[in-house]
T-cell receptor
């Protein structure tokens, strides 16, 4: 049973427009969420995170929104650039977890078209 | 900067061979993880370790074992490689507590092909 779901396997966006990647979770114990970006033949790199005490976290062109009542989070990229083309993974955990592993979604492949 | 290194980027082995994948991190992280990534299946956790000589099974431990004799090093072992273990293997580490607990930092991955 998937606890973290990314229902869109792929997304195509024009350069300069907004990219919105979505993630849903089922475990109400999750209170810390992360987004990772992965290029082919490389390991995932940490992008941005949010704890459940917030509903928004912003870092440059990347903003993560959290809707706890809907158990939904989204990553907004504005403006989208061709270098953003990658697979994006959503992940969740609950704090203070100490040693609980992250639970990852299956990823969404973003293609930014020039 | 956190650095996680993996011993090989590409590896080709034959069915039945014993395979060792090594991972080293330089940030004194307590936690280390092994995942495999397959198309359409995302990242699946194989094993993880909270501390030296500690190990825990992840979601898909069958056919794998691990070793953590030193804090900075976490090894994944395929006792008898099979073709269905052809995959991208990713190692990660994280610290317990601190400003970003649970944020995992990944190595570059090892693309293993079993013939």
């Amino acid at each position: 049973d998937q606890q973290v779901k990314q229902n869109s396997p792929s997304l195509s966006v024009q350069e300069g427009r907004i990219s919105i990647l979505n993630c849903d979770y089922t475990n109400s114990m999750f209170d810390y969420f992360l987004w990772y970006k992965k290029y082919p033949a490389e390991g995932p790199t940490f992008l941005i995170s949010i704890s459940s005490i917030k509903d928004k976290n912003e870092d440059g062109r990347f903003t993560v929104f959290l809707n706890k009542s809907a158990k939904h989070l989204s990553l907004h990229i504005v403006p989208s650039q061709p270098g953003d083309s990658a697979v994006y993974f959503c992940a969740a955990s609950h704090l203070p977890s100490g040693n609980t592993p992250l639970v990852f979604g299956k990823g969404t492949r973003l293609s930014v078209i020039a | 900067d956190v650095k996680v290194t993996q011993s090989s980027r590409y590896l080709v082995k034959r069915t039945g061979e014993k395979v060792f994948l090594e991972c080293v991190q330089d940030m004194d992280h307590e936690n280390m993880f092994w995942y495999r990534q397959d198309p359409g299946l995302g990242l699946r956790l194989i094993y993880f370790s909270y501390d030296v000589k500690m190990k825990e099974k992840g979601d898909i431990p069958e056919g794998y074992s691990v070793s953590r004799e030193k804090k900075e090093r976490f090894s994944l072992i395929l006792e008898s490689a099979s073709t269905n273990q052809t995959s991208m293997y990713l190692c990660a580490s994280s610290q317990s507590g601190g400003a970003l607990p649970d944020t995992q930092y990944f190595g570059p991955g090892t693309r293993l092909t079993v013939l």
